[in-house]
């Protein structure tokens, strides 16, 4: 939704004026603004109205936090049993 309301306002400018747009919306402060915006909107929307899905979001995200960080260590078993098979090791 976001993206779509990016290029819809980018969409009439000459490619020299792009560089302009996109350059206030780099700077720190407008990130910690964006941050901010989006904390307080979370918080209007689930935490506010005592809905369950917050423990939803920290459940799933621990899920697939465990499972990116296990990720190249299970990558480098795998390919060392690939490895082994290949040479005939068992």
Do not use: W
Request: aromatic content about 12%; some cysteine; overall charge positive.
């Amino acid at each position: 939704m976001a993206m779509r309301k990016v290029y819809s306002e980018i969409k009439g400018m000459k490619l020299k004026e792009v560089p302009g747009y996109f350059k206030p919306m780099l700077s720190m402060g407008y990130l910690k603004k964006s941050v901010q915006r989006g904390l307080d909107n979370y918080h209007a929307k689930y935490i506010e109205t005592d809905s369950i899905e917050p423990l939803y979001h920290v459940c799933f995200g621990g899920m697939i936090f465990s499972y990116l960080v296990a990720l190249p260590n299970e990558r480098r078993h795998l390919e060392h049993k690939q490895h082994a098979e290949q040479h005939g090791h068992h």
